[in-house]
Every structure is written in C-alpha cells, then in structure tokens.
Nanobody, 122 residues
C-alpha cells in the first residue's frame, strides 16, 4: 500500500509556471514507477507523463512534451511535475499515481492521489 497526496495547484495566468508535488507514504517509494494524469471537466482522464523507479525513463504525451517535466526524489518520497508556458487548455485536475511497472495507461497504476486543481486563466 502507498498513499499519495498532491499539492501545488492553483490559479495561474497563461504563460506562467507551476510545480506540482506528490508526496508518498507507505511502502518503499523507490519501488514504484510514478505517473501524472489529468482530467478536465467533461473529459476522460488522460496520461501526461511518467517516470521509472530510477528516474531514467520519462515518457510523456505529445501534447505536453517540452512544457512538462517530471522528476522524483527518492530520498524525499516525492515526485514533481513542473509545468511551464501554461495554456488555458491545461486547466484540469492533476493526479499522481504509483505502480510497479512504468506505463502510459491508467491501468498500469494501482494507487492514486486525490488530485490537485490547476486552473489557467487567459
């Protein structure tokens, strides 16, 4: 079992930046691949980016490549999502997730946080 708590969301102007954090507790954080997903109102949850246990692999969705960066600190049991050049279409609830294998689909992840809202104003 692992518990995940996201933080760092809020209201941001277009073009700005935000850094989301996801703190994990429970089983050894370093044994989990971590993913970030987002869900906008009326839309399905979509994959954003993920990071392998060692941090050596970081697949990301084409729509966010170059603007979103995932990182992790295994000593702090925390994964981060840096979002730059925010656009109004980035408005969504952002969720972190943990799984034993790195994947781009939600089924790869067994544990989920409660989400943090990012709202981008134009």
């Amino acid at each position: 079992q692992v518990q995940l708590v996201e933080s760092g969301g809020g209201l941001v102007q277009a073009g700005g930046s935000v850094r989301l954090s996801c703190a994990a507790s429970g089983r050894a954080f370093s044994t989990y691949a971590m993913g970030w997903f987002r869900q906008a109102p009326g839309k399905e949850r979509e994959f954003v980016t993920a990071i392998s246990q060692s941090g050596g692999h970081t697949p990301s969705a084409g729509s966010v490549r170059g603007r979103f960066a995932i990182s992790r600190d295994n000593a702090k049991d925390t994964v981060y999502l840096q979002i730059d050049s925010l656009k109004p279409e980035d408005t969504a609830a952002y969720y972190c997730a943990a799984g034993l294998a790195l994947g781009v689909g939600p089924n790869s992840y067994a544990y989920w946080g409660q989400g943090t809202q990012v709202t981008v104003s134009s």
